[in-house]
């Protein structure tokens, strides 16, 4: 059964929720330069206005699974992207603190609801052997959208009242992906499962453009006979081997966490100063360099994962990420480095000075460089996940600006560093960050989506959602601590340790699942 148009078109317009949740994790950085000198935002409240959106998140993963398996997943969809919408229009003619953060908990409770739910929904309606591709495409939107926020940030960086206008553009997209969700055919699984056979083998048919679904929708129904009895309470039995499988998704979802990204990516900046962007230009091209290298790895990943495989890809992400970052710690070794964190209220000039600001997220959004970054010296160059290059510029600037001398609390003697060095701390960076965007960044959240049977798979992965958001979180709050207190290289050497430790996981516990239909990979898994 092909893959036709109409399943790649449902797919795409599912996969927008990526490009909204990339788009609102990367905008917040460049939005909260202008906000906070506007509405005179102490740290305290800067750090409570970029979490609440975590807070949201969190909240969603939590209630969401089940909204997801009752509701059904295109409407979960629907309700979060209008909550998007909902969300963004209060931003927009307020300006005031509690306004903004009611906001922005309404929408980080839409991106993790969305995200949840897209996933999801493409793996349900996607031909086996094309899931790996459209699931992936949901990675590549959150891509593409933190890619456009850093754009959006730098364009409207020097206009009066620019925030407003970059939250303001999510809107009419937001608003587009809910009216055209509503035409779209509900999962044909979460029908079956709602008893209704009738609708759901139209559906296929529609889907597969074929005459005659009724051999794939036995299928369905005979694994749904077996997995509809599920309750919550068997995700951790050891039924049909569920406990396994949600250890293994739990997992998962910890490596993604503890190999590092958003954090190692957090500290680029201070490292990378010495590489010598000593310009405005020359660090906003930096930035945007780092956003167009996660999309470009991310693409071959996308296109090529139901040839390769999701374990396969999974493999060498993980070894590439230990290389690189051990080169990393390395070069660190001999760059020294020393950190002390200054959370300074914005001035005007670093207003217009830090203009270039570029964030980026997990899937499933990491948040946890937000928070990194909170209490950073440059907290509002929150890194988030995918791009490093952020924090560096607004502290460049300030350097420029201090004749040379820095004025934040992270300081380098660029003079002592050979130029060998320099470039070697970038590119190990680049390739870490390429490593991540085609293995753990798109992978994981495909294999999530395939290893748990359908009656239990909203529940389920938005219980693995929560405990991402989660340990981001914690993450986030322990990290600048540990840093200062046993270095930057170790944390290097930490996290290559991690990236070993998920390579043995991958190889020993991840299911090949390439060519293989959900209901395959269930019975499999249940043995």
């Not at 044909?188 to 051999?215: G, I, W, Y």
């Not at 957090?266 to 405005?280: D, E, H, I, P, W």
């Not at 929560?466 to 170790?490: A, C, K, R």
Request: net charge positive; with cysteine; glycine share 8%.
């Amino acid at each position: 059964s092909g893959c036709g148009t109409f399943t790649f078109l449902s797919s795409a317009v599912a996969a927008v929720s990526g490009l909204l949740m990339g788009y609102e994790l990367g905008l917040i950085s460049g939005a909260l330069l202008q906000m906070s000198s506007i509405l005179a935002l102490s740290c305290k409240e800067q750090e409570i206005v970029v979490s609440s959106l975590l807070f949201g998140a969190l909240f969603a993963s939590l209630t969401g699974g089940f909204l997801i398996d009752r509701f059904g997943r295109r409407l979960a969809i629907i309700i979060a992207s209008s909550l998007l919408v909902l969300g963004s229009l209060i931003l927009v003619p307020y300006e005031s603190y509690g306004i903004l953060i009611v906001g922005r908990i309404a929408i980080g409770i839409s991106i993790s609801l969305s995200s949840i739910a897209t996933c999801v929904y493409i793996a349900e309606i996607a031909p086996q052997h094309r899931r790996g591709l459209l699931v992936s495409l949901n990675e590549l939107m959150i891509v593409i959208g933190i890619l456009f926020a850093y754009i959006s940030n730098y364009a409207f960086a020097s206009v009066s009242h620019g925030w407003k206008y970059m939250f303001g553009l999510v809107i009419p997209l937001g608003a587009l992906q809910a009216i055209a969700m509503y035409f779209l055919p509900p999962s044909p699984r979460f029908l079956v499962m709602k008893n209704n056979d009738e609708a759901a083998r139209k559906v296929l048919e529609r889907l597969r453009e074929t005459s005659d679904a009724t051999k794939e929708l036995t299928v369905i129904k005979s694994s749904l006979k077996d997995e509809h009895q599920y309750s919550f309470l068997d995700l951790f039995c050891s039924k049909n081997n569920m406990r396994t499988r949600m250890l293994v998704g739990l997992t998962l979802v910890f490596f993604v966490q503890t190999t590092g990204q958003p954090n190692i990516l957090f500290y680029a900046s201070t490292v990378l100063k010495s590489v010598g962007f000593q310009s405005n230009e020359a660090a906003s091209l930096a930035s945007t360099g780092v956003g167009v290298i996660k999309v470009v790895s991310t693409v071959p990943a996308t296109v090529f994962v139901d040839q390769v495989g999701s374990k396969t890809f999974l493999c060498i992400g993980s070894s590439v990420m230990a290389v690189s970052l051990v080169t990393m710690g390395l070069v660190n070794r001999n760059i020294h480095v020393n950190f002390t964190n200054v959370c300074r209220s914005q001035s005007p000039e670093d207003f217009f000075l830090q203009r270039p600001r570029n964030l980026t997220g997990v899937t499933n959004g990491s948040l946890k460089d937000l928070f990194a970054s909170m209490a950073s010296p440059e907290r509002l160059s929150f890194d988030a996940q995918r791009s490093p290059d952020v924090a560096r510029t607004g502290e460049l600037n300030r350097t420029a600006l201090a004749g040379g001398k820095s004025t934040t609390g992270s300081h380098m003697e660029s003079g002592e560093v050979p130029v060998v060095l320099k470039w070697l701390s970038l590119a190990s960076l680049l390739v870490y960050v390429a490593a991540f965007s085609i293995g753990l960044g798109p992978m994981s959240w495909l294999v999530l989506s395939e290893i748990f049977p359908g009656g239990i798979r909203g529940r389920a992965m938005a219980l693995t959602s929560s405990m991402n958001w989660g340990i981001n979180l914690l993450i986030s709050l322990t990290f600048l601590t540990v840093t200062e207190l046993i270095g930057l290289s170790w944390v290097c050497f930490i996290y290559t340790i991690m990236s070993l430790a998920s390579l043995a996981f991958v190889i020993v516990f991840i299911p090949e699942t390439k060519g293989c239909s959900l209901e395959q990979i269930s019975m499999e898994l249940a043995k």
